[in-house]
């Protein structure tokens, strides 16, 4: 039996300031049915606060759309038109859910910095199924405090009635 297909294979997070930030890895090609976790390790937890936030499972559903225009008279009527839509069908915080074959599993984990000292640490995202053993995702969080924007100043000026205002940004 093959092991379902995690996309992204790793993420990189940015933690900026005392913010939190987040990020979503999707598992899917689901063959059998299993009871499914997910948890992240990582070894600084004093510089940092991490964990999964949400675990879903997610079914496909094809939803049959009404024709807004009827045809004129003596035309044949449309086929019906259909979409497919993901719907949740169950949510944890990591704990166990069940998964059944052709479904698919989001997993968010989300971060913040605890210390401003802190740089970057290595963690895995770890998401275990008891018909398929464990999947491992690297996630590299890193101090993002220091990204620059890769934009210029920007003039803006607005001009209204008998006056002007103004703003520069730098």
């Known amino acids: 039996m093959k092991n379902p297909i995690v996309f992204p294979t790793s993420l ?9 930030s987040s990020a979503t890895v999707q598992v899917s090609s689901i063959g059998r049915a299993a009871s499914v976790s997910a948890g ?19 079914r496909i559903h094809t939803i049959v759309l009404d024709n807004p225009d009827p045809l004129p008279p003596g035309f044949p009527p449309l086929p019906p038109q259909t979409e497919q839509v993901l ?16 479904e698919f599993l989001t997993v968010k984990i989300a971060a913040q910095m605890k210390d401003p000292a802190f740089t ?51």
Request: charged share 20%; proline share 6%.
């Open 12 to 20: 990189d997070i940015p933690l900026i300031g005392d913010g939190v």
């Open 40 to 58: 992240l390790q990582f070894d600084v937890p004093d510089l940092i606060d991490a964990k999964v936030t949400e675990l879903s499972v997610l």
């Open 87 to 102: 719907i949740v069908v169950a949510q944890s915080d990591g704990s166990p859910l069940d998964v059944g074959p052709g």
């Open 120 to 170: 970057q640490a290595g963690a895995t995202l770890v998401i275990s199924g008891d018909a398929w053993g464990r999947l491992f995702v690297p996630v590299m969080l890193r101090n993002g405090s220091g990204i620059e924007p890769a934009f210029g100043s920007t003039d803006l000026v607005a001009r209204q009635a008998a006056f002007d205002v103004s703003y520069e940004h730098r």
